[in-house]
């Protein structure tokens, strides 16, 4: 079997827990708690790229049982104390690493990483027993669109091994904008960019597209900072050859979120 590639919005902080937003996010929760049922067979494990993670260079947590990382502000004081205790595999961790150095670019491993709510919060929706292992491979510090969809490319052969390739970030990710009118052309206008970069038939004006993201309509309005962003490039690479198309769309806290398959099947009517 050899599995799709995907990138998710993952929505605002721990949303599950805590139930004014987890209804904002119906929809996000409705999509990813029924995205396993999209596979033939159970995967062996998730390598999820989240944007709450960069390193100078490629980084791969290589842990046996992954802490937490709780990188968000403000929320009510039990979500600090959420437990995801899904298991890693450090042997997929080691192969992530060899097939990164063949394709040329550098990395390492970190025992020390735990899951971020870009990891979390998704994992939580699709596999709430956490009995899936995850191992987390961090961006490197720059964004450099073309190295990243390089380090998918390298690591495409782990869909036929039988591991699911994950981005988790947001289609739109301006934090003074969330919430207000202003917000939502903008979203909007980036959004249907990106599906339209997405859905091109031809592999390589689809490449060429979303090399180019910064180019699009209200581009740095909707990413200032493209750390939300960049977790696409890996799964578009992964998935270099294959048709893409966007999975779902919520849209929450005034703004467009829109997640993306590469490689699979189109949805059933």
Same mark, same amino acid.
């Given at each position: 079997?050899?599995?799709?590639? *995907?990138?998710?919005?993952?929505?605002?902080?721990?949303?599950?827990?805590?139930?004014?937003?987890?209804?904002?996010? /119906?929809?996000?929760?409705? %999509?990813?708690?029924?995205?396993?049922?999209?596979?033939?067979?159970?995967? +062996?494990? @998730?390598?999820? @790229?989240?944007?709450?993670?960069?390193?100078?260079?490629?980084?791969?947590?290589?842990?046996?049982?992954?802490?937490?990382? *709780?990188?968000?502000?403000?929320?009510?004081?039990?979500?600090?104390?959420? +437990? *995801?205790?899904?298991?890693?595999?450090?042997?997929?961790? /080691? +192969? @992530?690493?060899?097939?990164?150095?063949?394709?040329?670019?550098?990395?390492?491993?970190? %025992?020390? +990483?735990?899951?971020?709510?870009?990891?979390?919060?998704?994992?939580?929706?699709?596999?709430?027993?956490?009995?899936?292992?995850?191992?987390?491979?961090?961006?490197?510090?720059? *964004?450099?669109?073309? %190295?990243?969809?390089?380090?998918?490319?390298?690591?495409?052969?782990?869909?036929?091994?039988? @591991?699911?390739?994950?981005?988790?970030?947001?289609?739109?990710?301006?934090?003074?904008?969330?919430?207000?009118?202003?917000?939502?052309?903008? /979203?909007?206008?980036?959004?249907?960019?990106?599906?339209?970069?997405?859905?091109?038939?031809?592999?390589?004006?689809?490449?060429?597209?979303?090399?180019?993201?910064?180019?699009?309509?209200?581009?740095?309005? /909707?990413?200032?900072?493209?750390?939300?962003?960049?977790?696409?490039?890996?799964?578009?690479?992964?998935?270099?050859?294959?048709?893409?198309?966007?999975?779902?769309?919520?849209?929450?806290?005034?703004?467009?979120?829109?997640?993306?398959?590469?490689?699979?099947?189109?949805?059933?009517?």
């Amino acid at each position: 079997m050899k599995l799709p590639t *995907y990138f998710i919005s993952h929505g605002g902080g721990p949303w599950p827990w805590v139930e004014s937003l987890r209804s904002l996010f /119906a929809r996000t929760e409705r %999509e990813l708690t029924a995205l396993p049922g999209r596979w033939p067979s159970r995967p +062996r494990a @998730v390598l999820m @790229v989240s944007g709450h993670w960069e390193s100078q260079t490629f980084t791969v947590s290589s842990a046996d049982h992954p802490g937490m990382e *709780y990188d968000y502000h403000g929320f009510p004081a039990h979500t600090y104390e959420i +437990r *995801y205790p899904a298991p890693g595999d450090p042997a997929l961790a /080691a +192969r @992530v690493l060899s097939l990164l150095t063949r394709a040329g670019l550098d990395g390492r491993s970190d %025992e020390r +990483r735990g899951l971020d709510h870009g990891v979390f919060v998704p994992m939580h929706c699709m596999y709430p027993g956490a009995d899936m292992p995850v191992v987390m491979l961090s961006l490197k510090q720059g *964004y450099d669109p073309l %190295e990243h969809f390089q380090a998918g490319q390298a690591l495409a052969p782990l869909r036929e091994e039988g @591991v699911l390739i994950m981005g988790s970030g947001l289609t739109y990710h301006d934090m003074r904008g969330f919430g207000t009118r202003a917000a939502t052309p903008i /979203a909007r206008d980036f959004e249907q960019f990106l599906a339209d970069a997405v859905g091109q038939s031809d592999p390589t004006q689809r490449r060429d597209s979303l090399l180019n993201w910064a180019s699009g309509p209200q581009a740095r309005r /909707a990413h200032p900072r493209e750390d939300h962003l960049i977790p696409l490039l890996v799964a578009a690479g992964a998935a270099a050859q294959e048709a893409g198309r966007r999975l779902f769309l919520d849209h929450a806290l005034e703004v467009d979120m829109g997640s993306y398959e590469f490689g699979g099947a189109p949805p059933a009517a």
